[in-house]
């Protein structure tokens, strides 16, 4: 069991911080058909029902976009993911197919608006991740990204360093279609534990259906 640490540097920020870890074996593949058929019914229905205006509606999004300003990151330049996925799908464009487990948590981080960091936990050095704040020059290759600045970016650090922050995770700890012990970090920053745990049970859920999962465990923290 990986343990998680909270900072007090981010509880000065947001006092109300809770997160949920869902740990789980599971088996990876490249592409799933049924999940993007859920995908793609799930896009036609969210674009149904919002706009790029309903952003402002979102306290999950809204409340990270809150932090990122409290730790002097301008949440427009660095978007969380989750709003970034929003928008995406709400100006009609495919999410990004990467692979079944990137893509069912990034549906989750949707129907949520959680920023969710996933891990290949075998990947994770040590068995404590700490939540903090980015330092200036502090080293970070972001998925996809290359060297990111993630100077008062919220961030979990392992010892070795970071591995995820609410905009992009770390390389080093991505997953790939060789992962098989996943850990998904859920951030409520907006402090709705009940809508954290249910984000967490969906993405156990879809993890069941689409991975050959048993669903792993949940814990907040």
């Keep these: 069991m990986i343990h998680i640490q909270v900072s007090e540097e981010i509880r000065s920020v947001c006092p109300t911080f809770v997160g949920a870890a869902l740990e789980a074996t599971f088996c990876n593949t ?36 809150a932090v990122y300003k409290a730790c002097g990151k301008d949440p427009s330049r660095y978007r969380p993911s989750a709003e970034a996925l929003v928008r995406r799908m709400l100006k009609g464009h495919d999410l990004y197919q990467i692979n079944t487990a990137v893509d069912l948590i990034n549906l989750a981080s949707i129907a949520y608006g959680y920023s969710i960091g996933g891990f290949d936990a ?55 279609t060789s992962t098989t012990h996943l850990l998904a970090l859920v951030n409520g920053y907006d402090g709705n534990s009940g809508q954290v745990l249910a984000c967490a049970k969906y993405i156990q859920e879809l ?15």
């Design 122 to 176: 075998d990947k994770i050095a040590g068995d404590v991740l700490t939540l903090g704040i980015g330092k200036a020059g502090e080293p970070y290759e972001g998925i996809g990204r290359g060297q990111l600045n993630i100077d008062g970016l919220p961030v979990y650090r392992d010892r070795n360093g970071g591995i995820g922050t609410p905009t992009s995770d770390h390389e080093r700890t991505k997953l790939s």
């Design 207 to 221: 993890l069941k259906k689409y991975t050959a999962s048993d669903g792993g465990t949940i814990h907040l923290y």
């Design 30 to 65: 490249t592409y799933s058909a049924p999940l993007w058929d859920e995908i793609r019914n799930f896009q036609a229905d969210y674009c149904r029902k919002y706009t790029t205006e309903s952003l402002k509606e979102m306290p999950a999004i809204q409340a990270t976009r």
